[in-house]
Every structure is written in structure tokens, then in C-alpha cells.
Nanobody
Framework: QVQLVESGGGLVQAGGSLRLSCAAS????????MGWFRQSPGKDREFLAA????????FYADSVKGRFTISRDNAKNTVFLQMNSLKPEDTAVYYC?????????????????WGQGTQVTVSS
């Protein structure tokens, strides 16, 4: 089992920045993928970014490419999401997830473990 705890959400003005963190505990596999999703009211959960913890290779959704950056600290089993130039439409609950595979997929149903989510609100 893997437990994920997100932190760093909050209220920010449009154009501002936030850095989300996700700490994994339990028994994460030695090599796996960690990712970030978000969900707004009435919408499906949306894939944002993922990183292979072994190689550090990353993958981004077009909607956040150039504004969001995913990174990791393997020593602390932690992944980060740096969010810059935030827009009101970025308002959502942001979730961290782990996939026990090296393949990055955007389908949230194919991810294995989820955090509880952290709210990000961007005011105009």
C-alpha cells in the first residue's frame, strides 16, 4: 500500500504562483510514475503532469505545458508541482497519484493510488 498526502494548496490571485507537494509513504515500488490531476466541479478529473521517479522523465498536458513544472525528491519520496501564471480556470482540487508502472497514461482509472486532494483557488 502507498499513502499520498498533498499540501500547498490555497488562494492566490491570477498571475500568481503556488507549489504543491505530495509525500508518498508506505511501500512505493522502486520505480514508478507519480502524477498530478485536477478536478473542477461538474468536470472529469484532468491529467496535468507526470514524472518517472527513476529517470526523472516528464510528461505534460498541453493545457499546462510551459506554466506548470513537475519535479521530485526521491530521497523524500516527494513530488512537486510548481504552478506559475495561474488563471481563474486553474481553480480545482488537485490530486497526486501513483502508477505502479513506467508507462505514463492520462486515464485516471489506470492509476493505482490517490491522495485526498488539495484545493487551489485562483481569484481574478
Amino acid at each position: 500500500q502507498v499513502q499520498l498526502v498533498e499540501s500547498g494548496g490555497g488562494l492566490v490571485q491570477a498571475g500568481g504562483s503556488l507549489r504543491l507537494s505530495c509525500a508518498a509513504s508506505g511501500r512505493p515500488p522502486s520505480t514508478y510514475v507519480m502524477g498530478w490531476f485536477r478536478q473542477s466541479p461538474g468536470k472529469d478529473r484532468e491529467f496535468l503532469a507526470a514524472i518517472r521517479t527513476g529517470s526523472g522523465s516528464t510528461f505534460y498536458a498541453d493545457s499546462v505545458k510551459g506554466r506548470f513544472t513537475i519535479s521530485r525528491d526521491n530521497a523524500k519520496n516527494t513530488v512537486f508541482l510548481q504552478m506559475n501564471s495561474l488563471k481563474p480556470e486553474d481553480t480545482a482540487v488537485y490530486y497526486c497519484a501513483v502508477r505502479q508502472s513506467l508507462a505514463i497514461v492520462v486515464d485516471d482509472e489506470r492509476w493505482d493510488y490517490w491522495g485526498q486532494g488539495t484545493q487551489v483557488t485562483v481569484s481574478s
